[in-house]
Structure formats: C-alpha cells, structure tokens
Nanobody, 126 residues
Framework: QVQVMESGGGLVQTGGSLRLSCTLS??????MGWFRQAPGKEREGVSCIHASGHPSYYGNSMNDRFTISRDNAKNMVYLQIDNLKPEDPALYYCAAGLYNYCLRDSWSRRDTFYSWGRGTQVTISS
C-alpha cells in the first residue's frame, strides 16, 4: 500500500526558514510533488522532483525561496522554505506521481499524482 506522510510544519517567524519532510512507503521510483492550500484558496503546486532527483520544477516565483530535494535511500522528500512570507501559510501536501518524471509544462496537474498525504500546517508570526 502506497503511503505518503508529511511532517515538519509549525509556527515560524516571518523571514524564518522551515524544512518539511515527506516519508514514503510502499513505493519507489515515482516523481514527487509538493502542493499547498491556504484557506479559501485553490490548492497550488509548489514543486515537483523527478524520481532520480533531477530535474525539479517550481511554481511561479517560488524557485528563489523553495528548494525540493529527495533522499531515495531513505525514501524521503524534503521542501526547504526560506524567508517565509505572509503568503506562505497553508496546509502543505506531499504527493506521489503516476510517472517517474514531472511533466515539464504541466507538472502541477493534480491528476498526475495519485497518492496524497494529509498535509502539514505552516503558520507564520510577525
């Protein structure tokens, strides 16, 4: 059974950093994505990483503060968020992709991910 589980969310000051983790079980060789959803907003793609670890893709204006990485030996995927801003608080989800690669021009399509975690909450304080 494929499972993904996020962790690492919490309360951080504006301008601070956070590293989210995604634990994978029951699967190997899948592209992995991070998404986020703030209250009243649609879920949006944050980043996607190929099964091999390269390349990776980011949402608009996200590649300067967000860094996705993975450790296949540990079955882990990470999302580093630096310089947290007021627009960043959301429930962050990890998801396993249908393929071992991210679709270059449509990597954030939710229908290309088939196993989702329950999310980890990121909150900031001013």
């Amino acid at each position: 059974q494929v499972q993904v589980m996020e962790s690492g969310g919490g309360l951080v000051q504006t301008g601070g950093s956070l590293r989210l983790s995604c634990t994978l079980s029951g699967l190997t060789g899948a592209a992995m994505g991070w998404f986020r959803q703030a209250p009243g907003k649609e879920r949006e793609g944050v980043s996607c990483i190929h099964a091999s670890g390269h390349p990776s893709y980011y949402g608009n204006s996200m590649n300067d503060r967000f860094t996705i990485s993975r450790d296949n030996a540990k079955n882990m995927v990470y999302l580093q968020i630096d310089n947290l801003k007021p627009e960043d608080p959301a429930l962050y989800y990890c998801a396993a992709g249908l393929y071992n690669y991210c679709l270059r021009d449509s990597w954030s399509r939710r229908d290309t991910f088939y196993s989702w975690g329950r999310g980890t909450q990121v909150t900031i304080s001013s």
